[in-house]
């Protein structure tokens, strides 16, 4: 039924012209009800469906997008995956997640292109430096692979980059997560929706959540713009618009949208083949297959559900970016765009129940929400099938804000601007 | 985005830094903990004109109220906040 891609199959294709290739999913007509409604066809939303239906049997699931699946956040980041994070439950989770993406191609018969190429953080500072030694160090004691780089051995991987000790901010030093890089954003998306279509999944498009029917503090089924649809157990993956459909259900979330651009250049020859991050200079980037930068820095600072962004901090992105890499001045960007994030007042996500019986929120995922695509589907298909959290999930809670566990990755308090 | 300073008039975005959204619950009750977490991480975020506070910082360091769509960033209403000296 569902083709298998391979490279026979795509030698025999080739020959018959390309003709053949089945759909990767089909454009299902929503059904009356379904045993879980997933809310948001974004990477998150199919994740979760897959996992659903491939690891705890239930397959009379729906995924309700809006618009076309990944055209959200998934199709918007800068492809980074990574799971250095400080703080314990974050590290646990990140780090399952890099291990489900080692495996998913393989998974979802389907190229993800992961390129673990190296995350490197780049250090400008003593102080810098030893806040980035202590969070390796406790990754490391973690089992989280990474190292302290010296400025010789930052070279030798960047080579390109400016290491020279006359600039205003001179690199004193860095860190790497060798299993750290990029994956294909898109395939993602199209790579989880085939595998959770050909479990029997549906995906439905252009089909927007207008309500929410809840009886007796129990949630029965959605309202959509394609009618209603009955459902006993109803799950949010919708990033940015968290906060909106939570209110349809009467709760509300510590959460703001904020919106972060990213830009990409013109393809130039291959000369970064690591992701290079600096925090002082409030820029990161890496280089697609095609030659191309891509380039992303800091959230512009106030709620915004534009996902379109100032050009000032296009300014303050790419200033940062020819600091590290002088020969790009001259380099053209081509095109740049935003997200809707949705930020936490604590940084961290909320995965797990909602007050209201049956229904989940897959969100709060800030800036790190790509990564955690596969770990974040595969935690709330369980706490789905379940109801109740996951282990990885767990501390995740909403409840966290009231009973004070609220997990501050950055430190920067209940200012989401700030995260 | 230009926001309409009272004193300075209309500047560029990047001299002002966002300083929080408005929340319906202000009182700080330090006994009632509901009170309290509601006070610290609840805050509005809704799509569409939302009255927030900015701080002119890279210019006179004046608090103001703003009234800002969160789709368009259009800004109908720029006030200082009611507490500046």
Redesign the interface.
């Known amino acids: 039924m569902k083709q298998r891609y391979s490279f026979p199959a795509l030698v025999w294709n080739a020959l018959r012209g390309h003709r053949d290739w089945a759909p990767a999913w089909r454009k299902a007509q929503p059904r009356k009800n379904y045993d879980v409604i997933i809310i948001g066809g974004g990477g998150h939303g199919l994740a979760t469906a897959y996992y659903l239906a491939k690891i705890h049997g239930i397959t009379n699931v729906a995924v309700l997008e809006r618009a076309w699946i990944g055209g959200g956040n998934t199709g918007r980041n800068t492809t980074i995956v990574r799971s250095n994070y400080f703080l314990q439950p974050n590290s646990d989770f990140y780090d399952f997640s890099l291990r489900l993406w080692e495996g998913l191609t393989s998974e979802l018969n389907f190229n993800i292109m992961l390129s673990q190429r190296g995350v490197i953080n780049l250090c400008h500072s003593q102080a810098e430096l030893e806040t980035f030694a202590r969070r390796y160090n406790s990754n490391r004691q973690r089992g989280v692979d990474g190292e302290i780089l010296s400025v010789a051995e930052i070279k030798k991987l960047i080579p390109h980059l400016d290491t020279s000790p006359d600039v205003r901010l001179p690199i004193v030093g860095g860190a790497i997560q060798r299993r750290g890089g990029t994956a294909r954003h898109d395939a993602v998306a199209w790579g989880y929706a085939r595998a959770a279509d050909a479990l029997g999944v549906d995906i439905i498009e252009n089909c927007e959540v207008t309500g929410l029917h809840i009886d007796h503090g129990a949630i029965t089924g959605v309202e959509t713009t394609l009618g209603t649809i009955k459902a006993p157990k109803v799950a949010i993956a919708v990033a940015g ?1 968290s ?2 459909l939570a209110e349809m259900a009467g709760v ?6 904020h919106l972060l651009q990213a830009m990409v250049s013109e393809p130039v020859k291959p000369f970064l083949d690591t992701m290079v991050s600096s925090a002082t200079h409030h820029v990161y980037l890496s280089q697609t297959d095609k030659g191309e930068l891509v380039v992303g820095g800091q959230i512009d ?6 996902q379109r962004g ?1 050009f ?1 901090r296009i300014e303050d992105i790419t200033s940062g970016a020819i600091a590290l890499f002088p020969q790009i001045a001259s380099l053209r960007m081509l095109r740049k765009w935003a997200g809707a994030v949705d930020m936490t ?1 604590d940084g961290s996500p909320i995965s797990g129940k909602l007050p209201v019986h049956g229904l989940y929120l897959d969100g709060g995922w800030c800036y790190g929400g790509f990564k955690a695509t596969p770990a974040a589907g595969w935690c709330m298909a369980h706490t789905i099938a379940h109801d109740e959290p996951h282990d990885l999930n767990r501390q995740f809670s909403l409840d966290r ?2 009973s004070g566990r609220v997990i501050d990755e950055r430190g920067a308090g ?2 989401p ?1 700030l995260h | ?1 230009l926001i309409n300073c009272p004193f300075c008039g209309p500047r ?3 001299e002002f ?2 300083g ?2 408005s929340a319906d619950n202000c009182e700080v009750a330090t006994e009632n ?2 009170a309290l ?1 509601d006070y ?4 509005n ?1 809704p ?1 569409g004109w ?1 009255i ?1 506070y ?1 701080v002119h910082r890279h210019g006179c360091q004046s608090w103001l109220e703003v009234e800002r769509h ?4 259009e800004i109908r209403r720029t006030q200082l906040t009611k507490d500046h000296p």
């Open positions: 618009h906060t909106q509300r979330l510590p959460i703001e949208t600072g106030y709620n915004s559900f534009s100032a000032y007042m804000f009231r209940n200012s601007w | 985005m560029a975005e990047n830094v966002f929080g959204s903990t509901t977490t610290l991480y609840f805050r975020n799509k939302n927030e900015w969160t789709v368009t960033h």
